[in-house]
């Protein structure tokens, strides 16, 4: 399979009157053609900003992508100019963002949401392009798409305007869909629904996904591959299956275990003790050192490495250095 985006070494930092802070620092990534990669952590950790980043939206009054590269389909996204990332954007990259609202206009019918991209990528004439975004949000599952089609943002609930979004996601059959955290505000049932929506998607036009989610039983339902992050950086990354089963980070075996389990009773929830770092107060270390059960004086004072842990496996952890340097 062909690598269809790479990042690599990516640093994304915010210059607040505090102090930087490194919201994405180092961090390497690649999705295939027709693969789905997964970002998990918890908040803060840097999921959005990476995904940003990728779209050329991070950068603003105080952020700024610092240093490393972003690879797209052969093009190095860093050194296009403002109209090239435009042309980009909703044509070949999608993203569904986390809030939806934030990114649907609330003074335009939906319907001609989903028709811009339509007419300003694929040419197409506003009698086409409405033909088709009815047709997008019949796909996408709604009844009626004609009056749908006509209706405002507030006039629709959090999972139709989900599906709203996503229509016009792959309204120009991206090759790679960014999707930031699609179903966290949804009911289990929608949540389901527009998961196998985004596989159909996927299994029709070998799109690739990146897909970010706290949530690992959705991790474990779509995700090929699995990119754990903690305070900016990748702490560990991997086939699902294999990282599901042979977690190596204490990380990455605290959010396991934290995961709710669907139709299991689970008498007490098991949650990581401590919070993720201030991302103001850190010092060369392994980030996670204060919250982990395994912690080594080694883990204070110096930073791990990401090395490999076996076939498309790789963790950042002082536990394993030394068993990785034979393998
Ligand atoms: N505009 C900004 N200015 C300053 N700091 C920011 C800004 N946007 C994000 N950050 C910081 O960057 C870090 C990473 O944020 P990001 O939104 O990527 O987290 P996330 O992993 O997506 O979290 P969540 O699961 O809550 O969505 C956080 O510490 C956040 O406070
Ligand atoms: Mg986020």
């Known amino acids: 399979m062909r690598d269809l985006l790479t990042i690599e070494n990516l640093r994304t930092h ?9 919201a994405v620092d180092g961090v390497s990534l690649r999705v295939r053609e027709g693969e789905t990669v997964c970002i998990v952590g918890e908040s803060g950790c840097g999921k959005s900003i990476t995904a940003l980043s990728v779209m050329g939206l991070a950068a603003g009054s105080s952020g700024k992508v610092v240093g490393g590269r972003i690879e797209f389909d052969g093009r190095n996204l860093l050194e296009l100019d403002k109209n090239e990332l435009r042309t980009l954007r909703g044509h070949e990259i999608a993203m569904i963002f986390q809030e939806p609202m934030s990114s649907l206009n609330p003074v335009l019918p939906v319907g001609e949401q989903i028709m811009e991209p339509l007419i300003e990528h694929l040419k197409l004439g506003k009698k086409a392009a409405r033909a088709r975004a009815i047709e997008l949000i019949a796909q996408v599952g709604i009844a009626r798409p004609e009056q749908i089609a006509n209706a405002y943002p507030h006039e629709l609930s ?5 599906r709203i979004m ?10 790679l869909l960014i999707a930031d955290e699609p179903t966290t505000a949804l009911d289990v049932t929608i949540q389901a629904q527009i998961l196998d929506m985004l596989r159909r998607f996927k299994a029709e036009s070998n799109m690739s996904i990146l897909l970010i989610t706290h949530d690992l039983g959705v991790v474990a339902e779509m995700a090929d591959y699995v990119v754990v992050m903690y305070a900016g950086k990748v702490v560990e990354e991997g086939e699902v299956t294999e990282l599901f089963s042979h977690p190596k980070h204490p ?25 993720v770092p201030n991302p103001l107060e850190l010092t ?10 395994q912690c080594m004086d080694v883990c204070r004072s110096r930073e791990p490495r990401l090395r490999e842990a076996g076939e498309r496996h790789r963790v950042a952890c002082w536990l394993y250095e030394e068993a990785v340097a034979y393998v």
């Open 166 to 175: 996503i229509a016009a996601a792959i309204s120009c059959s991206p090759k």
């Open 284 to 293: 060369v270390s392994c980030y996670f050192h204060d919250r982990c059960g």
């Open 14 to 22: 915010f210059f607040a009157p505090e102090g930087t802070i490194k």
């Open 251 to 275: 990380y990455t075996k605290g959010l396991l275990r934290s995961k709710p389990i669907l139709n299991h009773r689970q008498d007490e929830l098991y949650a990581i003790p401590g919070q």
């Open 158 to 162: 959090g999972g139709m305007l989900q």
